[in-house]
């Protein structure tokens, strides 16, 4: 096994974790380790060492390369990668070349890495027809096709270069499930034969706006999932009295951004300030509304209070619980 024991050197262990394990620190060199893996089929693993890094790492099974990766730098001409020099610069670029299967068919998966996030991926079946060509710094538009060269997925999008599969293995983004294929940078798009199955878009790891999944339509605000009638109802529309009557806290919280905190103030007056909470006062309502700020999404949310109730503080303790005087 091989892994970073500390900055600057490659370590290597063996043995079972029973207290009887070694591991030993290299600098430079060569590691080829061989045997049965746990199919029983025959492997052998090679590493280059310099500078106590892993620059070239390959594995082989059964006689054929199943996951080769190298580091060095790119060669561009403005965002293509025109070359590969591996074992030169400083090691934070790589290349890798998988053997695998997309959509049932052997194929060799090529990757291409800047520090650690996936630019490029391009997927050719062992017939020699390209699956797909992606280029994370020029196109956002790509065509997935079958082994016999038809198309399969119009893809639109950054894939996704962080997930494990994609840097350990150097597996095709394609491989994972459809909602593993994107990066949440931009909008995404999946089509098939021209209808759309798959479309999004996320913000502060939130989906917000109009999805499509498996071909069905969803609205969502702030990650919260709304009927699409009150989605498209002008907020001008919405009546926040009922919304605030709504049970669930998220949905609330979702249609009161919709309509917009300045609306509350038209149904009711404010009794009490503290820093970004306002406790409400409405009208014919038997509550009164504390509205309290999330310090992780910064998303508002409007809480049900006792109709007593005077100080935000303490209102916002008593939502979790805690009794007037307790701390």
Known sequence: MFGCGHPGLTTISSGKCNGRSVRDSLIDGKITLTGLD???????????????????NKLIIAGKTIHHIVYGQYE?????????????????????????????????????YNRGRLIRQKFIYDNGVTAYNYNACSDQCTMVKDYYGNA??????????????ALRDGQSVFT?????????????EVKKNGKILYKGEIKARQRIGKWVIGGKKYCYVRGVEIPKKLYDTPPDQLDPL????LSNAQTRMALMEKIGPERIAEIGRVIHKDKEMRLYDIKNYDVRILRVRCPTTKAFYY???????????EDRQWTFGVDAGEI
């Open 303 to 313: 809480l049900r209070v006792p109709k007593d109730s005077q100080k935000c503080e």
């Open 152 to 165: 399969v997925y119009e893809v639109r999008g950054r894939l996704e270069g962080r997930r494990d599969n």
């Open 242 to 245: 009922t919304v605030l009557r």
């Open 176 to 188: 994972g499930k459809m909602d593993y294929w994107f990066s949440d940078a931009i909008p995404f």
């Open 38 to 56: 746990q199919n029983g089929l025959p492997f052998k693993r090679v590493a280059v060492i310099k500078d106590g890094e892993v620059w070239d």
């Open 76 to 112: 561009k001409r403005g965002n293509d990668i025109i070359h590969f020099r591996k074992g030169t610069g400083t090691g934070k670029h790589g290349k890798s070349r998988h053997s695998e299967k997309l959509f049932g068919y052997e194929g060799i998966c090529h990757s291409w």
